[in-house]
Structures are given as structure tokens and as C-alpha cells.
């Protein structure tokens, strides 16, 4: 014998009845559907914003410091190199101070302004020759080298190159503390 199983169903305010789950469920996906979509039309846009610019952040470039004919030769010159940061939609200019020391030569070698140590910025003493950091006494001589003090290596060079007797620069931050210049 054959046994009917009973419907629930639900009457709408025009007085149609229809079965109760079927009109649940099929709301419930719809629901779904939708939430999705505006879900996906809001990540999309989010995403590129915080991706890309974390890309575009990584961009250098060569930024002109100085006259190469206005460096002395064999003294330290600290140079102001300002560049614009880009941040998502925010551009900023951020001015850091460097070192470029132009030799005999005409060649320029240019240092990071931070103590490899541990990230303090150091000054050059013109009586010593030497450049000195204050925090934890690193001492470096005119090529970069350690002459004394806890640093675990030379002061960062940066990139140079020279163009129409203009001095250009690539700026980089390096990690400190490390025996290897990596930069960041
Ligand atoms: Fe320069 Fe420590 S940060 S010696």
C-alpha cells in the first residue's frame, strides 16, 4: 500500500500555497548568489589595491645628486638624494642623505647613510679621516672598511653611474646585522 508523505507548505499573501523547503532553499541560493557577487565586486578592486602597489613600492630609479665636477676628491660630500615614493595612490618625496666620495680617478663611490650595525646613521670625521657611528662606536675608513666596532661589514654601497657629468644614484636599504649586504 502506497503511503503519502505530507507537503508543508506556506501561503504568500496573495493566497497561492507552495511547498515550504522548495521556496526556502531556492531563496537561500539566490541569496547566496548574490552575496557572492557583490563579495567578488568588492575583493577584486581591494586586492589589486594592496598588490600592486606593494609591487610598484619595489620600482627604483636613477635620481641625479650632483655635479660630478663639484665633488671633492678623496673628501667625503654628503648629498641630499630625494626621491618620490610611491605608496598605492599616495606619492610622497622622501629626502635621505648620503655619501659619495669622488677618488683621484674620477670614479664616485657611493655609501648607504646607515650603520650596517644595527641601522644608526654615522658622520664623517674630517680631523680622523674616518667615518664614526655613535651608537655602538663602528669606525670605517674612507673605502667602507670596518677599522673597529661591533659592525659585521663594510658600509652598503649604493649604485652610480655618470651622465653628462651629472652624478646618479640608486638608493637601497640593506638589513642590519647581517655579514652579507641583502637588501630589503
Ligand atoms: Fe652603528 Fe651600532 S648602529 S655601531
Request: glycine share 8%.
Amino acid at each position: 500500500m502506497e503511503v503519502e508523505t505530507p507537503v508543508s507548505t506556506d501561503e504568500d499573501e496573495s493566497g497561492v500555497s507552495t511547498p515550504v523547503g522548495t521556496r526556502r532553499s531556492f531563496f537561500a541560493r539566490v541569496t547566496a548568489a548574490i552575496s557572492a557577487v557583490i563579495g567578488l565586486s568588492l575583493t577584486i578592486p581591494i586586492v589589486g589595491y594592496v598588490i600592486f602597489p606593494a609591487f610598484q613600492r619595489k620600482k627604483q630609479e636613477w635620481v641625479p645628486i650632483a655635479k660630478i665636477d663639484d665633488l671633492p676628491v678623496e673628501q667625503p660630500k654628503a648629498l641630499d638624494y630625494t626621491v618620490t615614493e610611491k605608496d598605492g595612490w599616495l606619492e610622497t618625496k622622501a629626502t635621505k642623505g648620503i655619501w659619495a666620495i669622488k677618488h683621484a680617478d674620477n670614479e664616485v663611490t657611493v655609501f648607504s647613510p646607515i650603520c650596517p650595525h644595527l641601522g644608526c646613521g654615522y658622520k664623517w670625521d674630517g680631523q680622523d679621516r674616518l667615518f664614526k657611528c655613535p651608537c655602538h662606536g663602528s669606525v670605517y675608513n674612507l673605502k667602507g672598511i670596518v677599522q673597529a666596532g661591533p659592525a659585521p661589514r663594510p658600509l652598503d654601497t649604493l649604485p652610480v653611474k655618470v651622465e653628462n657629468g651629472e652624478l646618479l644614484v640608486i638608493y637601497k636599504e640593506f638589513k642590519s646585522g647581517l655579514a652579507d649586504q641583502t637588501e630589503i
